[in-house]
Structure formats: C-alpha cells, structure tokens
C-alpha cells in the first residue's frame, strides 16, 4: 500500500553522498530551518496565544487584491529558494553527493541491493557481481511459488523532476492469512547469548564525570565496555536500576492495573508514545480483524499529555482511544520529553517480559499496514530478528552529527564530545569497506523486534549509550552494532526508507500551498520542508 509523504531535495530511495569530501570541506548542506511546534499546540488555539496583528495591517489584509499579490510574491520566492538549493546541491563540489548511479535492480530474495550506489560509475561494469549483495546477509531465498517471487523493484522518479523528496514505494506483502501462516512456530536461536538479566541497585551512584541517570545507574567505563564481551550469560545495565521490577518504584512508573496487563503473554504488540503532548495520537488503518483479536496496541503517555486528552474528552475511564491502550506513566525519569521517549521505544522487553515480537512506531507516525503483513515482510520473510529502515538520504555518523549541529538538535558541544568519544573507540566514516551493512544511519522512528537475548541485548547497550551520551539515537546506533557484530555472527535488516514510509504515514504536519497557473509551492510548517506539485 502506498503514501503520501511531503518531499524533501533527495531520494527515498537512499543515496549514497560523498562522505569524505562532505567531511573533508566541513560543508554540509543545511535545510530549511524547522518550525517545531507541537501540531495540538497549532491545532487546538488554547496552548499559545497569538500576539495581535495593528489595526493597520488587519485593513490591508482584507484587501482581496493586496492579499493575493503578497501570496504570490511569498510564493516566487520559496520557488526561487528551491531551484538555489537546488542548483547549490547540485553543483557544490563539498556538498553531499551522489557517487555513481543509483543502480536500482529486481528485488532478489526478497531484499534490495544498494551496493552500485557505493561503487562509483567507473567501477560499475566490473563490481557487476558486487551488486548481488543483498542489503540484510540473512535474507531467506523466496521458493519459486512464493507470491513476491517475482516482485521487481521500480526505477526511482527522474531526477529532473521537481519533488524529489522522500517518497514511499511498492513493498510486496503477502495476504494477511498467509502471513500469519509464516509466523515461526518458535523463536530464533540467539547467537552465543543465551541467558540475559540485569543489573539491579536501589541506590545508584554516579562515580565518573560522564552522563547518565540514576534511571539507567550510572555504569562506568568498564561496565560499559564489558557489557559488549558476549558471553553465554551475561547481566548488564538496562534501565529501570531502582526497585522490584520495571514500572514499580524504578522511575518510569505503571499504575498497579497496568503492571498486571503489561506482564500478559503476547505473540506481537505494537507500542507507541506521547510524551510532552507533542503528537496527536494517529489511528491504525487497514488493520485486519484477526490482528484487532489478538494483538494489542499500546500507547505511553505522560501525566501532562493524559490532562491534556481527560480536558479535551479523548480519554475516558476505559483507557482506550480506538485500537489504543493507554498508559499513563508516573514519575518520568528525564526532564526531556525526547529522552523519555527512548525508555518504551528501546526497552520495550523489559516492559512487557512475555512477548514475542513488537513493533514499534514514534507518536507522529500512522500505521496503515497489517502488523503481520509488516512483521513477515521485514523480519519473518527475511530470517530477521531485528530490522530499522536507514535513513533516507544520510549514511555516515560524521554527516549525521554535522547534520543535527547545524539543526539545533541537541547541545553542539554535547553532540562533538559523543563523537570524538566514538572516534577514539574506532568508529569511521561509512565507505564501501563496509559492505554487506548499507548504512551506520537508521531513520529510528520504526523498531521492527523479536524479543530474544541478542536483540534484546542489542537496544539495552543502545539505550545505554542514549542515557549516558546526547538522546539523538541515530549517533549512537552504528557502534553499538558494530561492536556486537565483531563478537557474534548477527546483523540487521537495514531496509530502505522508502520501504518504511509505505507502512507508517507521517499525519501531524501541518501545511499549506500557494495556487500558481503551473506548479503549487508547499510547506510544511511543522517541519519547515517545501516541496512543488504541478
């Protein structure tokens, strides 16, 4: 099933920028700047208030001929904004560039091959082989029967279009009975790992001058790099240090009803958050009636948030909102709505202990594929235990981090501390010596699980460097996979972005275009991304 999106300068279908000389120029291409607002602060009139406009203005503004030229004008000049980003993308030896074709070929056992767009033009004809290298290593071969045997992968749009943004494309499900049918019978063999528990102190303390919290304990140094020694049984940090079990007294805590649901034994749950009051909690769509029997959606909320849905009558006694569960969560840990954000998206299986699968998709994101459908595509159809999409035009930790210091993501100086850190621990730019692995720059608004010690070791080291470093996960994604990957035979489907936008829509932004004789200049106020239709 297909998706709108609002579009961006680049591919969805992922291009591979020229990393070295991006790094090397210490130029990287900045966007519009963002307008965070919260869509239910835009939306609902009451959370801000709006300074008034001089008595001059409201006279000119009801002049229907004024009106219309400033539109105009205001729209000539995001146009002519656009086609300057657009020729400075395309022309700037320093900016981000592509490095030979894109190289788009069939679907082969199931996955999409990106390595012609690591190789250069030059060296396309005699890596010709090079290009069977299939995005995940573990991907199954599909039995010629198979209904997404022969399933072929399009060409991307032309490049001398003008919306060029991020777009989703076709992705072969199977029928939803079929799918269900393809489920494992039992879980998969974790590599090495076999026995997983963690560390538990009441009263922890912070003993070395790093980041941390009291929520995630404060492990130091050498516990950190301990934890990534892959041994058969192992105990490491992984949030919720304080009490008897996660949500009681631990910070990040249940309501006594919801601890006793939470341990209920599921096949799959798709989970989400709302923290802050920052989204409008989106409705599935396209969701079959065997999956609203039998897999339960949950959503975490803050206290703030649940007020804010009880005033505006969204929340009754029930807890549920649709296909939702809610659960409101007391004692947040963190000051920061992002950061307490990552506690359900990373640590989901120490939340529910007795689950086999999980999806898990952010609060801005409405799903509009059947879970089963999604988990036999991108895990069980893959031999996957854990698969994110990677981010639709970045490829390299470096860019990345250049990319969120020029956005105003998080502290610049918090943001270069976390990685000269990784520097020093061996984490390089992203090259073709990398191959099979497509990219160290997930898009993590999608976590695809399941629930067994490797993966679920794999998020707990990755929330533990969110907790000790800056909350921007896509940083610290790579070196905590790379450093699992070096001790045990694991790896994890990557898929293109574009894939993922054909199963989560983005719905909270808020828009709007100027009418034009031949093309419709758009933006997106929640975001600050532009993109023309004609």
Same mark, same amino acid.
């Given at each position: ?42 939306? &609902? @009139?009451?959370?801000?208030? *709006?300074?008034?406009? !001089?008595?001059? %203005? ?44 894109? @190289?788009?070929? !069939? ?6 091959? *990106?390595? &012609? #767009? ?36 399009? !060409? =991307? ?30 879980? &998969?063999?974790? =590599? ?18 790093? /980041? ?13 790099? $301990? ?11 992984? /949030? ?23 341990? #209920? ?10 923290? /802050? ?55 947040? =840990? ?9 506690? =359900? ?24 594929? $059947?879970?089963?459908?999604?988990? *036999? ?18 490829? $390299?930790?470096? +860019?990345?981090? *250049? ?7 998080? $502290? ?33 608004? +999608? ?42 035979? %694991? ?17 909270? &932004? ?20 532009? %993109?023309?239709?004609?």
């Amino acid at each position: 099933m297909n998706g709108g999106s609002l579009g961006l300068r680049t591919g969805s279908y992922g291009l591979l920028q020229n990393i070295n000389r991006a790094i090397a120029g210490g130029e990287i291409s900045k966007s519009l700047s963002n307008v965070r607002k919260s869509s239910t602060k835009m939306l &609902s @009139g009451i959370r801000e208030k *709006e300074r008034p406009l !001089p008595n001059a %203005w409201y006279r000119y503004i009801g002049c229907r001929k004024f009106s219309m030229l400033l539109l105009i004008a205001f729209a000539l000049l995001v146009f002519a904004l656009g086609s300057f980003v657009v020729n400075k993308d395309s022309t700037s030896p320093n900016v981000l560039q592509r490095i030979g074709t894109l @190289g788009i070929v !069939p679907y082969v056992n199931g996955g999409h091959h *990106e390595a &012609s #767009q690591i190789l250069g033009e030059k060296d396309k004809k005699k890596d010709e082989n090079r290009f069977q290298i299939p995005a995940f290593k573990g991907a199954s071969v599909l039995p010629f029967h198979h209904p997404c045997a022969n399933f072929t992968f399009p !060409p =991307p749009p032309p490049p001398t279009r003008r919306r060029l943004g991020p777009r989703p494309c076709p992705v072969c499900y199977l029928p939803v009975d079929q799918a269900i049918a393809s489920m494992p019978s039992s879980s &998969s063999a974790s =590599p090495v790992l076999h026995n997983l528990t963690y560390v538990l102190n009441e009263n922890p303390i912070k003993s070395e001058p790093h /980041g941390g919290s009291d929520f995630g304990g404060y492990p130091s140094l050498k516990q950190r790099n $301990d934890s990534f020694d892959i041994k058969e049984s192992m105990a490491v940090h992984c /949030g919720f240090v304080k009490g008897s079990k996660p949500g009681h007294g631990t910070g990040f805590d249940f309501d006594e009803s919801d601890l006793a649901e939470l341990q #209920q034994f599921h096949d799959i749950i798709v989970a989400s958050a709302i923290f /802050g009051n920052y989204d409008i909690i989106q409705h599935p769509q396209n969701i079959s009636e065997e999956a609203k029997k039998n897999i339960p959606f949950y959503m975490f909320v803050d206290e703030e948030t649940e007020a804010f849905m009880k005033n505006r009558s969204i929340l009754s006694s029930s807890k549920r909102v649709g296909l939702w569960r809610i659960v409101v969560i007391h004692n947040v =840990p963190y000051s920061d709505a992002r950061r307490n954000g990552k506690v =359900p998206k990373l640590l989901l299986h120490r939340i529910f202990p007795n689950v086999r699968y999980s999806i898990w998709i952010d609060g801005k994101l409405q799903l509009v594929v $059947d879970p089963y459908q999604v988990l *036999e595509r991108f895990l069980w159809r893959q031999n996957a235990n854990f698969a994110i999409s990677r981010h639709y035009r970045r490829f $390299d930790v470096f +860019v990345e981090a *250049e990319a969120n210091k020029a956005a105003g993501k998080y $502290d610049n100086s918090s943001i270069d501390e976390q990685v000269d850190f990784y520097k020093k621990e061996g984490l390089t730019p992203y090259s073709e010596a990398k191959l099979p692995i497509t990219s160290d720059v997930p898009e993590g608004c +999608v976590l695809i699980k399941e629930h067994i010690p490797i993966t679920n070791l794999f998020t707990c080291l990755w929330f533990n460097e969110v907790d000790r470093f800056t909350s921007r996960d896509q940083l610290s994604f790579a070196i905590v996979r790379d450093k699992i990957m070096t001790k045990v035979d %694991w790896s994890i489907n990557m898929f293109l972005d574009c894939e993922r936008r054909n199963f989560v829509i983005q719905r909270d &932004s808020i828009g709007f275009c100027w009418i034009l004789p031949t093309f419709f200049p758009c933006i997106c106020l929640d975001c600050g991304i532009y %993109w023309f239709d004609g």
